[in-house]
């Protein structure tokens, strides 16, 4: 899987566009920041659990995106960890900043073994969900006011799981418990279905009085990318070398991956301008 699965949109295409992406201090949303910024974006805001780390991300992508100096890339902290940080972000950005156009919310992470995080919840459900899901909502009343008409909220979700027994009460409760626990793998995915299903439900929230989105939401699903999401795996040398084969055969790069991000948003700010044909599923 190659970095050349989805065509980028056209030079230029987000000229004069503000962004704003969680999670992109590496991986998938420092590549994604990477796309837009050499996309001609107007501002791309980045978050990071420090601004220590947050500036050594900025520094990276500028450095690969020839912007040094420019003040195009901004670093805004957030530890999605707690329910508060998300609250302080969200109050800053809604006071703060008078237009955007695109939100993406790509946190997450993976564990090893079970964690119960600072709000009572495992980690994986904590941030991946809950975290993210308050933060769209607190975004979303914002996001339909100064997005001009074009605003577009995108959550990194992972399609590649179902469940056939679901519970019909304490959803949250139950697949917190260390007794339920699947696992890293498993519990990522679980995180990522109930993401999947939280979107669906932002979706409805944002549509108008007319039935029409004010705000277009949807979720973005970039396949397999190699990042170093899954960390914690990395063991030792022989673990490290089987990560990096598997990782080498069936994951895209981190480019790659994020090609899928300008893709969803390209076709509302660009109202599919000539020159852009948005790929087929038959080519990613």
Known sequence: MGSTSLRLPPPNAFLGNPFLITGATSGLGSATAV????????SVIITGRSFAKGGQARASIEAETGTIGKCIVK?????????????????????????????????????????????????????????????????????????RGNSHLGIVVFRGIDIS????????????????????QGGYALSKLLQQYAVNEIAKLALGINGSPSVVVNSICPGMVKSD?????????????????????????????ARTVPDLPCLIVLN????YAR??????
């Open 35 to 42: 796309h837009f910024v050499n996309l001609g974006a107007k």
């Open 75 to 147: 670093v805004m902290e957030l530890d999605m960890s707690t329910f508060e940080s998300v609250k302080v972000i969200a109050d800053k950005v809604t006071k703060d900043l008078k237009e955007i156009d695109f939100v993406c919310l790509n946190a997450g992470t993976i564990s090893t073994e079970h964690k119960v995080g600072k709000e009572g919840y495992e980690t994986m459900i904590e941030i991946g969900v809950l975290a993210t899901s308050f933060l769209a909502l607190l975004f979303l009343p914002w996001m339909r006011e100064v997005g």
């Open 165 to 184: 027994n679901w519970l019909k009460k304490n959803v949250l409760a139950y697949w917190s418990m260390k007794e339920n626990w699947k696992g890293g």
């Open 229 to 257: 999401l899954g960390r914690e795996y990395n063991t030792g040398v022989a673990m490290s070398i089987i990560i990096n084969l598997w990782m080498g055969l069936a994951c895209k790069t981190t480019e790659g991956g």
């Open 272 to 275: 599919c301008v000539p020159g």
């Open 279 to 284: 790929a087929s599923s038959k080519d990613r």
